[in-house]
T-cell receptor, first 111, second 113 residues
Framework: GEDVEQSLFLSVREGDSSVINCTYT??????LYWYKQEPGAGLQLLTY?????DMKQDQRLTVLLNKKDKHLSLRIADTQTGDSAIYFC???????????FGGGTRLMVKP | NAGVMQNPRHLVRRRGQEARLRCSPM?????VYWYRQLPEEGLKFMVY????????ESGMPKERFSAEFPKEGPSILRIQQVVRGDSAAYFC???????????FGEGSWLTVV
């Protein structure tokens, strides 16, 4: 079965870049997700990347995928205090009807 | 286009009572998913439904939990005889076609006292 791992915590200063890392186990995943959860709120779909891509950029967000190492990262440029949240990576099962989430990385942005 | 709507947002139940959580998917979405998030943990899949059908309930506890998505009306997650361990955030998600774009609701926080 799928297993997704993330580091628990990341602290950065406002204006710096943040890099949130994720490892997954299912090499057949055709795409992978990043979601953001603010306190007491639901999950916001940030972005997803197809497995045939190495990189995807969307404004301040850059997703890097290393399929060989089964490693996914999310880079947030010019991190702002509003970026403080928990970030989850997730991979779908083969049927695409179930997501396995990592435990989440809590990003704290200090002014 | 309203997002995925869940209610109630917060629910308090005494042990042994029933909890009913409702989810209205986004307009045009016929695929609904329920996930549970225990405190300080990630989300865990519970069940996947399409209109009037349960497609995958591999994440549902064997007893006390049930889900439905009727032809008309919202999807319902029902928890009978709640226990303290059921205290969690329950998230509903929907997609138009069971594909890549899956959108989550704001969640229903259940507290069992």
């Amino acid at each position: 079965g799928e297993d997704v791992e993330q580091s628990l915590f990341l602290s950065v200063r406002e204006g710096d870049s943040s890099v949130i890392n994720c490892t997954y186990t299912d090499s057949s995943s055709t795409y992978l997700y990043w979601y953001k959860q603010e306190p007491g709120a639901g999950l916001q779909l940030l972005t997803y990347i197809f497995s045939n891509m190495d990189m995807k950029q969307d404004q301040r967000l850059t997703v890097l995928l290393n399929k060989k190492d089964k490693h996914l990262s999310l880079r947030i440029a010019d991190t702002q205090t509003g970026d403080s949240a928990i970030y989850f990576c997730a991979e779908p099962n083969n049927a695409g009807n179930m997501l396995t989430f990592g435990g989440g990385t809590r990003l704290m942005v200090k002014p | 286009n309203a997002g995925v709507m869940q209610n109630p947002r917060h629910l308090v139940r005494r042990r042994g009572q029933e909890a009913r959580l409702r989810c209205s998917p986004m307009k045009g979405h016929s695929h609904v998913y329920w996930y549970r998030q225990l405190p300080e943990e990630g989300l865990k899949f519970m069940v996947y439904l399409q209109k009037e059908n349960i497609i995958d309930e591999s994440g549902m506890p064997k007893e006390r939990f049930s889900a439905e998505f009727p032809k008309e009306g919202p999807s319902i997650l029902r928890i009978q005889q709640v226990v303290r361990g059921d205290s969690a955030a329950y998230f509903c998600a929907s997609s138009p076609d069971g594909g890549i774009t899956i959108y989550f609701g704001e969640g229903s926080w259940l507290t069992v006292v």
